[in-house]
């Protein structure tokens, strides 16, 4: 064992203890190449007997030009995200593939409220690429610090910056589709709940302002563009003041739902999956049957257990958007720079949508 004040053990003191070259021991410590097994146990007794751990990670980096570590931005607090069960399955997908490489992930949280918080902290830390997961607004203050060190970023839509390799849907044909997927039931008193439109979005009906064509890939706003295309400009939108929370659905459920009945929309669209939950609790607390007398229909494709509905969909096969995401990361760690790209989503159908009672 090593006293204390000697100098760390290397591995070339291991070779040598072992009698092997230092190139038979690394192969050994990495399982990467072929060693005979008396080999191996003669390398390791050694290593145990100078009290080796294995090779120094700061200076195995240094030698490949590379940190070992993902950073992940993930907008709002990380408690937040861990309750979003698509969020959860893109990060799923993008590690399973980071294991491969294999690299570290580390999640850093994006404040809403001041998107320049995270440079500082990004400043901070050795890098070999950057994912903006699910976040932040079309412009993002980090893509420029990001540019000039050089290090690569990937993101599933926002932040909107050539510089940036996505992997993104289009979100505004991909809302609409499931918006004709409800008027072709018949419906045509009809609303949608939105996640915030900006990071400052206050619970309710959303400003027209905010809905502009050039943030097209910010999915709330794309989501709100592809609704108003199939039911019109004046349909009604409210967004939710704290993300994608099924507590967001459940009070702007109420808000839409809670109204005489001939005000009452037939159909609610919801741009998550969480919040269509929120709105089906809502509806349910208030005496109404989904989807006998309000259809509701999300967004995602994610699976929600506690739910005693299947909940009309667009199914973003989110553990494969991350896969895909990961796919990039490594290809562009081994040098090569890979296209944006298009992933696919689905219509689901489920069991919360049916056509209006009566015609209405």
């Not at 690394?26 to 100078?50: I, N, W």
């Not at 709002?76 to 959860?88: K, T």
């Not at 510089?163 to 009809?190: K, N, P, Y």
């Not at 919801?270 to 607390?285: H, W, Y």
């Amino acid at each position: 064992m090593v006293a204390h004040g000697q100098a760390r053990p290397t591995l070339r003191d291991v070779a040598d203890r072992a009698g092997v070259s230092v190139s038979t021991a690394s192969l050994v410590f990495s399982g990467k190449g072929p060693v005979a097994t008396a080999t191996a146990e003669r390398v390791r007794a050694a290593a145990d007997d100078l009290g080796f751990t294995g090779p120094n990670p700061l200076a195995s980096s240094l030698r490949q030009g590379r940190a070992g570590a993902v950073g992940v931005l993930v907008e709002g607090r990380l408690q937040a995200a861990f309750r979003d069960p698509f969020a959860v399955a893109v990060l799923d997908g993008l590690a399973e593939e980071l294991e491969r490489v294999p690299t570290g992930m580390l999640l850093l949280a994006q404040p809403s409220d001041d998107v320049d918080a995270v440079v500082p902290q990004l400043a901070g830390l050795a890098l070999d690429a950057v994912v903006f997961s699910l976040c932040g607004p079309g412009d993002h203050p980090a893509v420029d610090h990001l540019a000039a060190r050089g290090i690569p970023m990937f993101s599933t839509g926002v932040p909107a910056d050539r510089r940036v390799t996505q992997v993104r849907i289009d979100e505004r044909a991909a809302f609409a589709e499931v918006s004709r997927h409800v008027r072709s039931l018949g419906h045509r008193r009809v609303a949608s709940v939105a996640m915030p439109l900006g990071p400052m979005g206050e619970p309710g009906p959303i400003r027209e302002e905010r809905v502009r064509e050039a943030d097209v890939q910010i999915p709330s706003i794309g989501r709100t563009l592809g609704f108003r295309d199939v039911f019109g400009p004046d349909a009604p939108v409210v967004q939710t003041g704290d993300g994608s929370s099924v507590e967001g659905g459940i009070a702007m459920g109420r808000a839409l739902l809670d109204v005489p009945a001939a005000e009452r929309p037939t159909a609610v669209v919801a741009q998550s999956d969480v919040i269509a939950a929120g709105v089906i609790v809502a509806a349910e607390e208030l005496g109404l049957q989904v989807p006998t007398d309000v259809s509701v229909t999300g967004f995602d494709g994610v699976d929600l257990p506690w739910l005693p509905h299947r909940i009309t969909t667009m199914d973003q096969q989110g553990r494969a958007r991350g896969r895909l995401i990961g796919t990039l990361v490594r290809r562009r760690l081994d040098g090569t720079r890979p296209r944006s790209t298009t992933s696919a989503v689905t219509l689901r159908e489920g069991t919360t949508t049916a056509p209006p009672r009566d015609g209405a």
